[in-house]
């Protein structure tokens, strides 16, 4: 099993540019969720799915959208990049309602 | 309001010297809490869910125990290779999970 698995590893944007990030989870879990991870700050959930075709706000959501098609990936996107967006990114899967969660590698996200 | 406060922010140990690090919660009915070790430019890796107060796990040289008010995180004769960050979470009643800002450990030889 491949676990929690983020694509890309790394990109650079420039303001106002769009993106997508892709989370795949093998572990037929219902949960998934978007984190952001800054210094000094912690991991902030920017939004969640639990389940297909669900989705839901977190604590930082603005300036950032998701999908949920299927129940292995979970997108979120980013449709006019800012330099306060620049971060790293992380997705997570969960089987159940407050359960532990497990995280994909990250994506670093520089936008300029 | 849900809140995770960790301690200390740093920690540096000498290989063998013996520490604990301290999740202190304030939360509505706990219904768990996670730690988690984070390696640099690496995603948190999940090491243990307690569940109730007096409750302990252990893993190697990792020993997590848990009261009414908060967690510690026991590191006995640590390595090197123990050095990362380790974070506690736990979930609220919106199954969301609150992270504490973590501890920095570093374990030198």
């Known amino acids: 099993n491949a676990g929690v698995t983020q694509t890309p590893k790394f990109r650079v944007l420039k303001t106002g540019q769009s993106m997508t990030l892709l989370c795949a989870q093998d572990?037929?879990?219902?949960?998934m969720y978007w984190y952001r991870q800054d210094p000094g700050m912690g991991l902030r959930l920017i939004h969640y799915?639990?389940?297909?075709?669900?989705?839901a706000k977190g604590e930082v959501p603005d300036g950032y959208n998701v999908s949920r098609l299927k129940k292995q990936n979970f997108l979120l996107g980013l449709e006019s990049a800012a330099p306060s967006q620049t971060s790293v990114y992380f997705c997570a899967s969960s089987p159940r309602f407050g359960a532990e969660q497990y995280f994909g590698p990250g994506t670093r996200l520089t936008v300029t | 309001e849900d809140q995770v406060t960790q301690s200390p922010e740093a920690l540096r140990l000498q290989e063998g010297e013996s520490s604990s690090l301290n999740c202190s919660y304030t939360?509505?009915?706990?219904?768990?809490l996670f730690w988690y070790r984070q390696d640099p430019g690496k995603g948190p890796e999940f090491l243990f869910t307690l569940y109730s107060a007096g409750e302990e796990k252990e893993k190697e040289r990792l020993k997590a125990t848990l009261t009414k008010k908060e967690s510690f995180l026991h590191i006995t004769a640590p390595k090197p290779e123990d050095s990362a960050t380790y974070l506690c979470a736990v979930p609220t009643n919106t199954d969301k999970l609150i992270f504490g800002t973590g501890t920095r450990l570093q374990v030198f030889p």
């Open positions: 799915s639990v389940g297909e075709g669900t989705t």
């Open positions: 572990m037929n879990h219902e949960y």
């Open positions: 939360v509505s009915g706990l219904r768990g």
